[in-house]
């Protein structure tokens, strides 16, 4: 895995984006875990917590909810150590078998090494026919 540390330029900003789209779409919990720092700070709509232990239960717990979840990151805007994202994912709701899709921002904050210490996200939900959806799960 390349190392893609600030300050960011376009290129490296937009390489860091594709890698947590690629990290998260792999649905594995550990892996995703190791681009935040050990007590990276996290707000995910209306729940606030610190650290990977965290970050590792929050998803086991969200991709047990959210079956057949495929995600599109997009750069929104960039800083020497901050970066901004608007997103897309389409998920199943497990409990149900609802189509969704979850459009909303993020705002990162790096530490020196790469590291995200900081993510604050917020988001909303559609219910979606299966017909209407953009991504397939390739």
């Known amino acids: 895995m390349i190392k893609i540390t600030p300050p960011f330029t376009k290129e490296t ?24 720092t050990i007590d990276s700070q ?3 709509r209306s729940v606030f917590f610190v650290g990977r232990k965290a970050i590792v239960g929050f998803l086991k717990d969200k991709w047990k909810k959210e079956k057949n979840y495929n995600l599109r990151k997009y750069l929104w805007s960039f800083t020497d150590n901050r970066i901004s994202v608007r997103f897309e994912y389409e998920w199943q709701d497990a409990a149900n078998g609802q189509w969704k899709r979850t459009h909303g921002n993020e705002h990162w904050e790096f530490n020196a090494e790469g590291l995200m210490r900081v993510r604050d996200m917020s988001a909303n939900d559609i219910n979606i026919k299966e017909t209407e959806r953009k991504f397939s799960n390739n």
């Open 13 to 36: 900003a937009a390489a860091k984006v594709q890698m947590a789209e690629d990290a998260w779409n792999s649905k594995n919990p550990e892996k995703v875990s190791m681009a935040y």
């Open 42 to 44: 996290w707000r995910n």
